[in-house]
């Protein structure tokens, strides 16, 4: 009697199987950079008018030559939500407005005007630029070899996160400087699908925005950096 050999079909119904199953789970480092110091209340402080100005990048270093600007379906999902939640660090903000920045605003005369018309309208300015950046080498390698092992081995992908806050004056004047940073390591493995609830990426990656916000401008309100031109 012949031994009957499994079909390529059977194989890949398998293979299919084996990867549906496949889990992942996100872990994120510490923040970088975060202030050391007491925080305190600027609460005696006259409101000042603030533009804020965001721009998020990204970079696979090894395959882009430059950081990519993210467009407006690339930013993470509520960032607004998180934006709004940080802003509560600030004693003084009276009037606010945001202005996000996207590549294709070299090309768009009236979006850089209308930045710079905003610009000139309130006491200060903040430019937060969040970059996310991940290795292309470990991200190939790291592909093929959970491929090959049908995601048996446990194979690690990093992106690392940084802050650059600005903050100038009505005369576009620096005036301080802020930096943060972070990594979120996602491991993918088949029975990670049982850690995946209590570790998802997503919630991960909002924490880190939100602690990258909250974290600066708590140290914004800390050294009253921002102060109504009356109180000078």
Known sequence: ???????????????????????????????????????????NALPVSVLFIFSHVHQTTGLDA?????????????FDDIFLDALR??????????????????NNPERRARRDSL????????????KSEQSFARLFLGTVASSLSATFLPISYTNSYSIETELYNQQRQLIATYQRS??????????LIFVYPFHPEERKREEIYLEF???TFRQIETEKVLVSNTQK
């Not at 430059?66 to 509520?78: D, L, M, S």
């Not at 309130?122 to 937060?128: F, T």
Request: hydrophobic letters at 40%; aromatic letters at 12%.
């Open 119 to 130: 610009i000139s309208q309130y006491d200060y300015n903040i430019r937060i630029r969040i």
């Open 66 to 78: 430059v950081p990519k600007f993210a467009n407006q379906r690339e930013i993470i999902q509520g």
């Open 182 to 191: 972070a990594d979120l390591s996602k491991w993918v493995q088949m029975f």
């Open 1 to 43: 009697m012949a031994f009957l050999k499994p079909s390529c079909t059977v194989v890949g119904i398998f293979a299919v199987i084996i990867l549906s199953l496949s889990g992942c789970a996100s872990f994120r480092s510490e923040i970088g950079g975060s202030y050391p110091g007491k925080a305190e209340r600027n609460l």
């Open 213 to 215: 916000l909250h974290d």
């Open 89 to 106: 660090e600030f004693s003084n903000v009276g009037m606010y407005a945001t202005h996000t920045e996207y590549a294709s605003d070299v």
